[in-house]
């Protein structure tokens, strides 16, 4: 287990650095910038750049990147768009990329500042939308994180919001890298109730260094929809996203898609459906696969898998993640229904399952592994023992090189350990659990050390 020793360490920098997706370069460069008056100018520099986004993303010539400096942009405005059209939406565009973070005047990307420029992909047309509701804190405004480490998820006045802020659906090679992602509110009819940040059906998006926060789906995937396409999400934070019945408060990949979603964060999404959600982080379904690399998943909720549920002939790898302080009444961190997939160097502390069944991981017709991974304290009402653990409803988990807490006792492998991890600081300065700044690294004299 001598990979945990550093697991959320691993996670925090990964999503902290800035990863430059690799710039398409097939064409020219569009800027945009949204202290210019109009969208007069040819867009072919800064001085001349574009005031719109769709403006710029009309004029391109196929392989023209577009670089975009700080400000808020609306998909209802410029390219020919009808002003507080739900249906406009960011189209990405095949072999581009569009890049947000820029101060204007730049001539590298490299020397974007995207923290000091903040670029914002707002659904909001109206501009009134009014943050209600948050979980570790009743009073918000603005965008971010206003509460005690909690997330602004839900807004009022947003009845006349874009139903996707972005899509890709149809777009290979396209990058859409440095900005904000809010204000979607995909409540309309079968498609337009899916991805209210973004919707992706076919295509092979790179997604980078974005965040999605308070966006919502009436079906699923209230930050980002998957379907059937080759995803590539890095370097990403999901705050605060909600969905209804479908599942996959911050992200769903479904319909037979394959996406890596790699050093990403997700934090207080909400499944929050009438008769319960599922996967309030990420939910992987139908014959899908989800490739999770070093993530987080803190404080998201649902009523299957609070932090991440895989089901229906879908599964992937899940490796080197960290998830805390998730809550859902079957399987608090992890849900797993009809699925096997390899749970490998993950640590699931402080999860909560309100039923009887599996603050950890909740298992139902399948042989998932878990492997060098941690599972300590997390609970249901009876408390913190092995079933708190891992609830198996069916199937035969195997477990092996890992430490679960009050022991395992089923299919295992060797070198299983029911002993204290011994975590630096699980519950951070803050003294609540399930917060970014949790400690799930292991002191000196760990078990899990070297084990």
Known sequence: MKTNESLFG????????????????FGGIRYVNAARPDDSGDGLTWATAKKTLQAALVDGNGG???????????????????????TASFQLLSGAGIYGGFAGGETLLSQRDIAANPTILSGDLAGDDNPVSCFFDSHCSGFGDNCLDGICN??????????HVVTGSGASSAILDGFTITGGNANGGFSDSRGGGM?????????????????????TGGGMYNSSNGAKITQCRFLGNSCGNGGGGGMVNDSGSSATVSQCTFRENVSQ??????????????????????CAFFGNSASAGGGLAVTNNSGGPIVNCALSGNTANRGGAVYLVGTSPALTNCTLSRNIATGNEGGGIYTSGGSPTVRNSILWENSDPGGMDESAQIHTASGTPVVNYSIVQGGWTGTSGPGNSASDPLFLDANGDDNVYGTLDDDLRLIAGSPASDA
């Open 10 to 25: 691993i996670v925090a920098l990964g999503c902290a650095a800035l990863l430059l997706a690799t710039p398409t370069a």
């Open 64 to 86: 023209d990147d577009v670089w975009v400096a700080a400000g808020v942009y609306k998909p209802d405005q410029g390219g020919g768009q009808s002003p507080g059209g739900r």
């Open 154 to 163: 839900i807004s009022s006045n947003n009845g006349e919001n874009s139903f």
């Open 199 to 219: 919707i992706t059906n076919g295509g092979s998006p790179t997604v980078a260094n974005c965040v999605f926060t308070r966006n919502f789906a009436g079906s």
């Open 273 to 294: 459906g009438i008769g319960g959600g599922t996967g309030g982080g990420l939910y992987t379904v139908n014959n899908s696969t989800s490739t999770v690399i070093n």
